[in-house]
């Protein structure tokens, strides 16, 4: 058996012993071990920081230019919708299912079998550091981000998630803003002309209908969404104020300033403030080595919806992996076997054409 072709089987049995290992956001000590074990058999130096493990190229030389290969092993919790037993690794008619089989368990196998299969080479143009990290699903403290100042300085990454093995090239942020419409609190009997939640129609029909102006090429236009209303307690009191939270997704025209910047200044709120502004847009140039690279192979290019690590990267990066985004956190979760196959083969091919 070739060595590529063996490691894709021992990563296919690592993606099943994952699956079969309880690792939500902020609880992925256990499959953190496992991977840890992995490598420690393939003979690579790993180090762990919390629940992320991450480990460099053998012959890694500060002189030269680092790639990073990063994707998760934490997984949201199941849906009720499963018809199949989501911590049990499941082979049928080709598919392996399972929680965390597709988003993102079969990336991460995949380049770390990859990470592996250049772990000893010498001469490399790139040095090469691999991250399985923690907390990507809850966005939370203690995964990718907080590694950054900890492995050595990265110059460009590719994140797994599945993609179908094509290039999505950028990549939307993420800003969600809580807002208040006020009004006069009463009592239902009594006339009102200040009630909150009247005053909450025509914002909503502002949100709505609201454009952002600059539209890009590869992410289309920002898109904004009211997701969440509040309001009231009981149902002879109209209440003092509407609470709203919207869902911005910013293509890489803006940063998430700028979007802020823009709905403070003219939402018809009495306030809006955004939680968070560090889950920018991302992208990679389309002359990008990588890019091109991976064109050569016949892999298309794309924008991406959905937000993934790359919000915490400030280098060029590009979101390519093995599955299928649509089965994301679906119920009975699955990714194709050959899936795994092609993903480490495209993955291997892809390096050999820049890092050799």
């Known amino acids: 058996m070739d060595a590529i072709k063996q490691l894709t089987n021992d990563a296919i049995n690592l993606l099943k012993s994952l699956i079969e290992t309880q690792s939500f956001s902020t609880e992925e000590d256990q499959t953190a071990a496992l991977i840890e074990n992995w490598l420690a058999a393939k003979n690579i ?11 460099i190229n053998k012959h890694f030389d500060k002189s030269k230019p680092t790639l990073l290969l990063n994707s998760h092993h934490d997984t949201v919790k199941p849906n009720n919708g499963y018809t199949k037993n989501p911590f049990k690794a499941i082979e049928e008619n080709g598919k392996l299912y399972g929680l965390g089989s597709n988003d993102a368990g079969g990336c991460l ?17 790139y ?22 100042s900890i492995i050595p300085k990265v110059d460009v990454a590719i994140v797994g998630e599945p993609t179908l ?62 997701t969440q209303i509040n309001a009231g307690v009981q149902h ?25 910047d823009l709905l403070v200044a003219n939402a018809p709120c009495d306030s809006i403030v955004p939680r968070s502004l560090r889950l920018n847009s991302s992208s990679i140039p389309i002359d990008h080595e990588l890019v091109q690279a991976g064109i050569a192979l016949g892999r298309t290019t794309y924008g991406s919806p959905t937000l993934s690590d790359q919000a915490v990267l400030s280098c060029p990066s590009l979101k390519l992996g093995p599955g299928d985004s649509t089965r994301s956190h679906s119920a009975d979760e699955f990714i194709y076997l050959n899936e795994i196959e092609e993903g480490v083969q495209i993955y291997i091919d892809l390096l050999n054409k820049v890092i050799i």
């Open 165 to 226: 093995m094509h290039l999505a090239v950028a990549e939307k942020g993420l800003v969600v803003f809580d807002a208040v419409i006020k009004g006069t609190p009463s009592h239902a009997a009594h006339p009102n002309d200040d009630n909150a939640i009247y005053k909450a129609i025509p914002v909503l029909k502002w949100f709505k209908d609201f454009r952002f102006r600059e539209t890009s090429e590869a992410l289309g236009d920002v898109k904004m969404t009211v």
């Open 45 to 55: 130096d790993y180090t762990r920081t919390k629940n992320n493990v991450w480990a």
């Open 236 to 260: 002879n009191a109209v209440p003092a104020d509407v609470k709203l939270v919207i869902d911005v997704r910013v293509n890489d025209k803006y940063s998430n300033q700028e979007i802020a």
């Open 109 to 125: 196998v995949s380049l770390i079998a990859t990470f592996t299969y250049f772990y000893n080479q010498e001469h490399l143009k």
């Open 127 to 148: 040095n090469l550091v691999l991250v399985a990290s923690a907390e990507e699903e809850n966005s939370g403290p203690n995964g990718l981000n907080s590694m950054l």
